[in-house]
């Protein structure tokens, strides 16, 4: 017996006063929780399938429903808590390897609750965002180390190619196939009415979102995957994907039941055959290969698209940001441990790979240290959940950041994390036809425009309170921050001072 029949995680709370048995709940749940008895003319639930996902909760009519966790408790202890002992309890069922969704929810520090953004007081003046023009506009890429000049004076242009984005914020990569065509027409139109740019992930380039080029990032990943000239060549840039924050140092698997359809035709990959993406990229084992294929990238695009490497935060992220720095690499992204995913080993989740905080302020100041800061921008992720998380991120040194939880959030995600079970209420991460119809991608493309458009104005109310009116002017300008219960170590590697200093 499974271990969510014995102890269900979630009870299903049913109001009877309120309950008009309109089966409502019995559509909507994908878990198929509620039925209704025919014998007791009631609507009953079978609660051991529930995965607190809200939709019946969303959409019962009448209110009647509510999910509440569960308080049967285990003879737990500090050392022994209720999931440890759960665990076991499924691996000594199973002797598989625990699977989970989403970012990793251990209780480490979350460097962004310990940073103070500063304002300007009397000396400085603050601007205000309402009057005054405040520029949101980054452009990623490589920055020539000096300017030239013909003859007559004038400018030579010797600018390699750059990523222009109206605000410092882009969608991650969530491939076709871990999520829904709706999901993925949701943020290609999003990021086109931005003005920024979203990511296909591993899984190719859907036919009908070529249209989205000019604001697309097309992805390489181990496995190769709806790799083509056409695919690279339709993209702003093209980011080479080594890492990722949720999983570092393993590969990808997506189960041949979702491989259906145009996912598996847009992944050249036959229906039903399980997409699996190896740990490394066979081809590479030293910054000299990587440089390999970003050359080879970069030839069969003529030049004309900054190409991102994207690496997992880990021990000597420093070191190798170093090295992709010289590599020819336009622009680095740095995916921390707390990043989301569709599916990853519970252990490697929760316990590899650092946070993005120390990772990206590392990384920025050795750059600088090395004097090749200029040679790549850094693109900051791994759950930025606020504008605030965004500018203190730009000023531990990230010229702009990725979301992507937050992203699915604003989708409808209610972060039940059974993202692999393929199952999504929601219609985001499933292929099932009857769930993915569930998302509007017209709702789904103006709720994302709205959650940026927001997090870019509080950003542009956070520059003015500085007294600086542009983000590129904000870039690792760790005076704006302090510290606040930090130890002299953390302080030290984040580069700022504490409160009160
Ligand atoms: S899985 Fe979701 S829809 Fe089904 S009962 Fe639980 S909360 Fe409601
Ligand atoms: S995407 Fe869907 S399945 Fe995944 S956490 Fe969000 S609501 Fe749950």
Known sequence: MALSELYPPYE?????????????????????????????????????KCVNC????????????????????FRENENWPKETIEEIYRQAGSGGVLLSSMGNPKPYPIYWDRLLINASQVTNPSIDPLREPMETRVFLGKKPE????????????NLPPQLELSTPILFSAMSYGSISYNAHKSLAQAARELGTCYNTGEGGLHQDFYP??????????????????????????????????????????????KIVGDVSRTRMIPE??????????????????????????????????????????????????????????????????????GAAPTRIRDNVGIPIELALAAVDQRLRDEGIRGNVSLIAGGSIRSSADVMKAILL???????????????????????????????????????????????????????????THELKEMMGGMGINSIEALRGNRLMLRGVGLNEKELQILGVAHAGE
Request: hydrophobic share 40%; glycine share 10%.
């Open 12 to 48: 299903v709370v049913r109001n009877p006063d309120r309950c008009i048995a309109c089966r409502v709940c019995e559509r909507q749940c994908a878990n198929e929780v509620h039925r209704y008895d025919e014998d007791l003319k009631k609507m009953t639930a079978d609660e051991s």
């Open 54 to 73: 809200h939709r019946c909760v969303a959409l019962c009519p009448t209110r009647a429903l509510k999910i509440v966790k569960t308080d049967h408790c």
């Open 146 to 157: 000096e300017i030239h000049r013909d003859e007559a004076g004038k400018l030579l242009p």
């Open 212 to 257: 989205y080029g000019e604001n697309t990032i097309v992805q390489v990943a181990s496995g190769r995957f709806g790799v083509h000239k056409e695919y690279l060549s339709a993209g702003a840039a093209i980011e080479v994907k080594m890492g990722q924050g949720a999983k570092p140092g393993i590969g990808g698997h997506l189960p041949g039941a």
């Open 272 to 341: 039903g055959s399980d997409a699996i993406s190896p740990a490394p990229h066979h081809d590479i084992y030293s910054i000299e290969d990587l440089r390999q294929l970003v050359l080879s990238l970069k030839e069969v695009t003529h030049f004309e698209k900054p190409v991102i490497v994207k690496i997992a935060a880990v021990h000597n992220v420093a070191a190798i940001a170093s090295g992709i720095a010289r590599s020819g690499a336009d622009i680095i992204a740095i995916d921390g441990f707390r990043g989301g995913t």
């Open 397 to 455: 040194g990230a010229d702009a950041v990725y979301i992507a939880t937050a992203a699915l959030m604003a989708l409808g995600c209610h972060l039940c994390r059974s993202c692999h079970s393929g199952k999504c209420s929601w219609g985001i991460a499933t292929q099932r036809p009857e769930l993915t119809q569930r998302l509007d991608p017209e709702i789904g493309a103006q709720r994302l425009v709205n959650l940026v458009t927001a997090w």
